[in-house]
């Protein structure tokens, strides 16, 4: 390439067609997901994040298999009954879940951007700084998921309030596959 180019080099795998001389202009956008930190570090903590994830819902899947006396109070909690209809639910769901979180990579994660939306096929609400996450039900199968501004300055993982770890599970029980659940 010649050096007053403004090439940059991509290293990836790529297709064209046989035309000569066609071209096609690929933009790249180097804007973080989230402004405190780099694409590199979102990726990072995206992967610790679905680590324990996976360990959570492998948790539940055990409880929800011995059906003690506290993982009814949990389903009471979380539900509102405990019933054979929210165990078999549960039952079909959790194993989903855990396919769907096992198989979430960073490139399913977009960060939000009012003037971008492009990147999910329905529209999703305006970030209004207290929002997190959010996906497109209607486009499933692409497993998308929107990161707001709040989420990136939330905490990866606690159990006393909305963390980083809760809303991966939480945007990922919307997916119709999963528990379509709304």
């Given amino acids: 390439m010649p050096e007053n180019t403004e090439w940059l080099a991509v290293h990836d795998t790529a297709c064209t067609n046989t035309n000569p001389d066609s071209c096609v202009d690929v933009v790249l956008d180097p804007t973080p ?9 979102f990726r990072c903590m995206f992967v610790s994040s679905r680590a324990v994830a996976v360990t959570l819902i492998q948790n539940r899947i055990k409880a929800l298999a011995r059906w003690d006396h506290g993982e009814q109070a949990r389903a009471k909690k979380w539900f509102g009954r405990s019933s ?4 078999a639910a549960m039952t079909v769901g959790l194993p989903k879940l855990l396919d769907v979180i096992l198989n979430l990579k960073p490139e399913n994660v977009v960060r939000w951007d009012q ?68």
């Fill in 33 to 41: 997901i989230c402004s405190n930190m780099t694409n590199r570090e």
């Fill in 84 to 87: 054979d209809e929210v165990r």
């Fill in 115 to 182: 003037q971008k939306q492009r990147n999910i096929t329905c529209t999703i609400l305006p970030d209004n700084g207290s929002t997190d996450a959010a996906m497109c039900k209607p486009d499933s199968a692409r497993r998308i998921i929107a990161i707001y501004t709040h989420y990136c300055t939330s905490p990866e993982a606690q159990l006393w309030k909305g963390n980083k770890v809760f809303t991966l599970i939480h945007e990922c029980t919307h997916f119709t596959d999963v528990f379509d659940s709304t």
